[in-house]
Every structure is written in C-alpha cells, then in structure tokens.
C-alpha cells in the first residue's frame, strides 16, 4: 500500500507539472515569460522530488498513528 501511496503521489504532482507546461503552450508568446517567472530551470524536477519526499516522510511519520486509529475503530 506505501508503495502505492507513493506513486500516487508522484502521479498526481507530475499530472500538475504538466497543466502547468499546458497552460504556458496554450499561452502562446507569453510562454516563455510565464515559465521564466519561476527562473529555475529544476523547477518540475524540484517539485517531484519534494512531493517525493513528503509522501515518504508522511507515511512514516504517520504510520503508527493511522494504525492506533484503525484499531480504535474496529473496536467501536
């Protein structure tokens, strides 16, 4: 299931890199200026990685915690 959480996440920030990219093609001229406003060329790589790191960080941090609830849970 962690794995799955994982990819999920990467999924669903790579899905936003790519409106992004859509967004700055749609734009036409104004592409280049709408992505040079960020002026970080890493910036999608940047942004994965960060949402990479925050789903790992998340589902370690929080494991034990989602388990005491589960358990609670299925006592009630």
């Given at each position: 299931?962690n794995?799955?959480?994982?990819?999920?996440c990467?999924?669903?920030s790579a899905?936003y890199?790519?409106?992004e990219w859509?967004?700055?093609?749609?734009?036409?001229d104004?592409?280049?200026?709408?992505?040079?406003?960020q002026?970080?060329?890493?910036?999608t790589?940047?942004?994965?990685?960060?949402?990479l790191?925050?789903?790992i960080?998340?589902?370690?941090?929080?494991?034990?915690i989602?388990?005491r609830q589960?358990?609670?849970?299925?006592?009630?």
């Amino acid at each position: 299931m962690n794995f799955l959480v994982v990819c999920f996440c990467l999924a669903l920030s790579a899905f936003y890199e790519l409106i992004e990219w859509w967004v700055a093609v749609l734009s036409g001229d104004s592409a280049t200026a709408f992505l040079a406003t960020q002026g970080y060329v890493w910036d999608t790589q940047s942004d994965m990685l960060l949402a990479l790191i925050g789903a790992i960080a998340s589902l370690l941090t929080l494991n034990k915690i989602h388990d005491r609830q589960l358990t609670v849970f299925q006592k009630t």
